[in-house]
Every structure is written in structure tokens, then in C-alpha cells.
């Protein structure tokens, strides 16, 4: 069974840092493309990040290049997501997902395993 855990949300201000950690089991990094998504209210999801496990490249969102920095620990089974400066409008519920069909990178539709998600919160 495949499950994804993600950790390390909360509330940060303006500038700020955050770590988020998705703990997977049930299935190998080298398989499938994993990404992180986020909703922010009233918004619909967006893919912000995912790597290609064809080759292990990584994609992000224009909003977030230069900002945001996803890796992996495959001895960890688990993948992160390093926001720096952090603005407002980067206040959503971040999930991470795979994509058990593909090793590459793909429209949030095709992403079948989904976390809980957790709370970034960035006050100005």
C-alpha cells in the first residue's frame, strides 16, 4: 500500500524558511514521479515541484523557481521541499503525490496517491 506522509508546515513570517518532508512507503523513488502540489482557498491546486525519476530531474512552478528546492533521500524514503522567502501568497495547504504510472512529470490529474497535506501559513 502506498502511503505519503508530509511534516513540517506552520506558520512563518514574510522572508522566512520552511522544510516540508513527505515520508513514502509502499513504493521505490526510482519507479515514479513524485511531486508537491499546494491549494491555497478559493484557488485551485497547483503542481509546484516534481522529479522525473527517468532521469531524476526536478521542475517547478515560475512562482516558485530560484525559492523553492525539492530533493530526496531514497535511504529516508522521503522526499522535501525547501521554501525560502517566503511570501503571502506562497499560504497554502502543501500535499505531495505520486504518480504510480509514469516516470515523468505530469498534469496533477494523473497523480493517484495523494498525502493528507499540511498548512504553510506566511504572515506579511
Known amino acids: 500500500e502506498v502511503q505519503l506522509v508530509e511534516s513540517g508546515g506552520g506558520l512563518v513570517q514574510a522572508g522566512g524558511s520552511l522544510r516540508l518532508s513527505c515520508l513514502v512507503s509502499?513504493?521505490?523513488?526510482?519507479?515514479?514521479?513524485i511531486g508537491w502540489f499546494r491549494q491555497a482557498p478559493g484557488k485551485e491546486r497547483e503542481r509546484v515541484s516534481c522529479i522525473n525519476s527517468s532521469d531524476r530531474s526536478i521542475e517547478y512552478a515560475d512562482s516558485v523557481t530560484g525559492r523553492f528546492t525539492m530533493s530526496s533521500d531514497n535511504a529516508k524514503n522521503t522526499v522535501y521541499l525547501q521554501m525560502n522567502s517566503l511570501k503571502p501568497e506562497d499560504t497554502a495547504v502543501y500535499y505531495c503525490?505520486?504518480?504510480?504510472?509514469?516516470?515523468?512529470?505530469?498534469?496533477?490529474?494523473?497523480?493517484?496517491?495523494w498525502g493528507q497535506g499540511t498548512q504553510v501559513t506566511v504572515s506579511s
Open positions: 509502499g513504493f521505490s523513488f526510482d519507479d515514479y514521479s
Open positions: 503525490a505520486v504518480d504510480s504510472r509514469s516516470f515523468y512529470c505530469s498534469s496533477e490529474a494523473w497523480y493517484d496517491y
